[in-house]
């Protein structure tokens, strides 16, 4: 399998960083990285975080930058194409990280991987996504035109967040007997073609 | 008989409106085919139809002054609309005790009641049921059914989702994505209401009598 990680002058750079640092104390940056990587816009380490890393691996400000950077790259390019925790291993080994810093980022790989791909295969794109399910079912007793009715309703809640925004909007769906069943019948055929994709 | 008559016509409130009365008074001379025509109209005007040409032929080919018209217009109107249809339903009766009180005549009646019973009852009851007030009712639902192969994070992503459209009867519409997760538990939802809707319909609550 090609090389996933080619090395270019600012991995050159990093490997020599990373290889400096001290075992056990990558790991656990290791570790810290891969948690948060698939929180898109969050840094990994806040301000003072990356101050205190700096002091523990005796790193300056672009060094920590450098480490951090490429480290984070590393795991994401293990994602996306999915490598075998043994690949990852070797290819790393190619471009000069010592082995057991190879090891580090393998081992850590084949713990948290698997997970870390699931939480992005359910991050999927759009603009507004269905959040929530309430609903509310009404017995409607008479209305202005027409006493003695009982006829009964039912409300649906849809919660729908809108990636742009904080709170989401709430959208409120009437339905007699008749309409649900149709609705509902919608639905099946629907998952009718879900049920095809597997 | 009188005792009759006041349990007849209570479904009108107890007094017989003003707009039904005066339509009796105008009711003379008036002729059945010219009679049909305006019920014709009136009830095309409560199933939400423009009746303005009807009406106004009715009036220019008949000799009855306009200001009558309109008083028997009003009275057809008032009680077809207010006449609480499902209840005239249970009590057949009421429409023929009524022509001794409000004297219509009783081919007129038998008018009226072809309209409240026959097949045009349910599209009156269902047009006046929209102008009462309810929260917007789902007019079209459209969906797709789509496979992310690969993302930018991910090169095999194959993750199914489910994009769907909702135009609502108050004009809004609303285009969102409902990941599988979700929509199963939107199908469990909505199974589950049409279950205790179910249970609802059969329960003795509904054997409140009227």
């Known amino acids: ?198 | 008989m009188s005792s009759s008559h006041a349990k007849d016509t209570s479904f009108l409130g107890g007094r017989i409106p003003p707009e039904i009365e005066s339509m009796s008074r105008n009711l003379k001379d008036v002729d059945q085919e010219l009679f049909r025509k305006l019920l014709k109209a009136v009830v095309g005007a409560l199933e939400g139809k423009d009746c303005r040409d009807i009406l106004r032929s009715a009036a220019e080919t008949s000799l009855i002054p306009q200001e009558r018209l309109s008083h028997i217009i009003a009275g057809m109107h008032k009680l077809l609309s207010e006449s609480c249809l499902r209840f005239l339903s249970q009590t057949l009766k009421s429409l023929f005790g009524l022509s001794f009180v409000i004297r219509i005549p009783e081919d007129f009646i038998t008018d009226f009641s072809s309209v409240v019973f026959g097949n045009r009852r349910a599209a009156l009851e269902a047009a006046s049921s929209q102008k009462d007030p309810h929260l917007p009712t789902l007019e079209d639902f459209k969906w797709r059914v789509d496979v992310s192969i690969s993302t930018s994070s991910l090169a095999r992503a194959l993750q199914p989702s489910v994009l769907t459209q909702m135009k609502l009867s108050d004009g809004s519409f609303h285009r969102f994505e409902v990941p599988v997760s979700k929509f199963q538990e939107l199908r469990y939802n909505v199974a589950l209401i049409l279950k205790e809707m179910n249970d609802l319909e059969k329960r003795s609550i509904l054997k409140i009598q009227d």
Do not use: C
């Not at chain 1, 996933?4 to 990373?18: G, L, P, R």
């Open chain 1, 1 to 198: 399998m090609t090389s996933v990680i080619k090395e270019t002058q600012s991995i050159k750079e990093a490997v020599i960083y990373i290889n400096a640092i001290d075992v056990n104390k990558f790991s656990r940056l290791i570790s810290r990285i891969i948690q948060k990587l698939h929180l898109k816009e969050e840094r990994t380490f806040s301000e003072e975080e990356e101050q205190k890393l700096q002091a523990a691996l005796s790193l300056d400000k672009h060094a920590l930058n450098l480490v951090l950077e490429t480290s984070a790259f590393i795991l994401e390019q293990a994602v996306y194409h999915n490598i075998k925790p043994a690949s990852l291993q070797q290819q790393l080994e190619v471009i000069h990280l010592n082995p057991e810093k190879a090891e580090v980022f393998s081992q850590t790989w084949a713990t948290a991987g698997p997970e870390l791909v699931e939480k992005l295969k359910r991050n999927i794109f759009a603009p507004k996504k269905l959040e929530h399910v309430g609903w509310q079912l009404n017995l409607q007793m008479a209305q202005s035109s027409q006493a003695r009715l009982k006829a009964p309703s039912a409300v649906l809640q849809l919660g729908i967040r809108s990636e742009d925004s904080e709170a989401p909007e709430n959208v409120f769906v009437e339905f007699n007997h008749q309409q649900l069943l149709e609705f509902y019948n919608k639905l099946e055929i629907v998952q009718g073609q879900l049920d095809s994709l597997t």
